[in-house]
């Protein structure tokens, strides 16, 4: 009886632990909350002097958005400031985040706008606490009203107009748009802008990122369905991936073309398998806005004059695939 | 000397329940300690997490969470599950959205249309489970996929695209935000006024299941159902009212997110019946039905939110966020039973 309580008391003290021994090992790459006591001040780099959060609309784990956070990590380690990272999927989460940021009071929100609408008053908040705000890829439109000082991405109706006249050049007419976010208006302005460029027939295709083997049996039934596809523009790396197995199990002549890179994309371009993919660095969107805020934070300087800073679009192509081989492969593009 | 004893232990099924030990025999005790100890830990962690403002937040997140959870809670009780808790609050915010935005209803009236579409939806995933005696895993599983499909098919059908916004402009917005969606300020710290909701629903609930005769039923049918019919209580309609209570529920929470962020995505609300249920589970409720109360599923949802913001104020890996969420309820829920097997021994 006696041995069993002690038992039990060791494995319910062992078990609490647990999560302080997590903490500390987190806290060991950069935790500058400084809540955690004196202790780990010391094992700090010390001139951290800024916080800024980022808050995409991105859950953990996408290989797109890990480039961002790549960026926006390599910016923190470059200028010595500190950078924390958040994404979900569900805007009501994402705004959370917001309200978390600013409850933390930190020195600057680097945000995604697939929901513009549903960050408006985490943001108003953000404003109302003095908190500069940098939007980033998505929501270049809403940007300004919602008290943004710029707005660092890409045109998306434009990159998409200029896919749809790359791929007209490569013969294409009857194109499927695979939208993978079911939510995100700006995959809608891509599909939209690839139709005014085609010029031919688009058929927007809905699959879910969360579920790419299902994604891929998507556009393999819609290929079979109709075999006079001849393009498959996919707006995701990982689904472009999918629609190269895709093409090859349905037995279709079509053409891919994706947006953004990924290892993958770019040697599936070198062996000719997917035409081109729309590069809109992201790696810049995640560096950038730190350091811009950064800027705007020591200086008070503000970039774009009221436009936004374009990373993108930039077209890689069997020409200059090798180059971004390997920067691809390093989680860089 | 021996009459004394004899007298206190001569039959211990009617022996007086003392106040310490009629707390001891609370299903929520167990979540009220791993409620407290999570937040010690984050309080201790971080700066912002018991500050005002940081309570605001994590209760913010905690409330939608929690109304859910009571109303899960209670299908829980009585035997059942719902799948489709977590879409049907979409579906909830979209038909809000849709009628408010492109019908030109007032929002108020869309909002009693919503509550309607949810009593239709609890209305039939109770009578397929009764009618059909399918697992209601099985037949709200169909239902949520259903509702994901009619969300997004039916948007794009009358949007457009894949979401419906503007719902600010809508008529009777202003008033609705200041029930559903406004903040009080309490010590500088703006609180939700969901969290209000979501403490009156608990108290409603707890209520029900402890001082109503539809609360004993609720347990009975969740015991046994058979053996609840032999001694006449109405199985069937109360499961199917239960349903109803869960759609219900989503379709007053749905509304409440619809007009905060006055913009619903037609792919929201996927993956949050798990979340429901979870924090039910958490607060004690029984996989197996008949056991569980709805201040349980209240502190569940506490946990679980508590959880879901502290490790955001802690500055941990958001890479590695799902496995200390899943880390941090484990705990909570372990720490849990353990407390209530040390209640069960203390109180005898």
New interface residues.
Partial sequence: MLTTTHT?KRA?LA??A??LV??AC?DG?G??????GATEEGGGSGDADFTFAVVTHAS??DAFWDVV?NGADAAAEDLGVEV????SG????Q???I???????VDGIVVSLA????M??PLA?AADAGIPIITINSGENESASLGAITHVGQTETVAGQGAGEQLAEAGVTNLICV?H?????GL?QRCEGATEGLGGTVENL?VDINDVAGAQNTIQSSLQADPSIDGVLALNPAIGVAAVDAVAGAGSEAQIATFDLSGDVVSAIEDGSILFAVDQQQYLQGYIPIVLLKLYQENNNTMGGGLPVLTGPGFVTQENAATVAELAEAGTR | MTAAPAATSSDERVVGSGLTRRFLQRPELGAAVGAL?VFL?FAI?????A?P??I??WL??SA?LGIMAVAVALLMIGGEFDLSAGVMTATAGLVVATFATEYGVNVWGAFAIALVVGLVVGLVNGVIVVRTGLPSFIVTLGMFLVLQGLN?GVTKIITG???V??L?DAAGYDSARTVFASTVSIFGA?VRVTVFWWIAVTALATYVLLRTRPGNWIFAVGGSAVAARGVGVPASRTKIALFMTVSTMAALVGTM?AV????V????GIGLEFEFIIAAVIGGCLLTGGFGSAIGASLGALIFGMAK?GI???????????L?LG??LL?AT??NL?VRKRAEVLKR
């Fill in positions: 039990r319910l078990i609490l647990l999560p997590l903490a987190s790459d935790n500058g909350g400084g809540g955690s953990a784990g956070k924390t990272y958040q994404g569900e805007p009501d989460e705004a959370q985040f309200d978390a940021a600013v409850s933390d009071e929901n513009p609408d549903a408006r008053e908040a939208i976010e079911p939510g995100n208006i809608e809905q | 100890a830990f962690q971080t700066d912002a997490f500050t403002a940081g605001a937040n913010d997140a939608p997004l695209t894949v979401q916004r503007g600010d703006n997110q905060r962020l006055t913009s995505q037609a792919n929201s913001q955001v104020f802690a500055n941990w890996d958001s890479d590695w966020f799902m200390f880390l941090l705990l372990w720490l353990y």
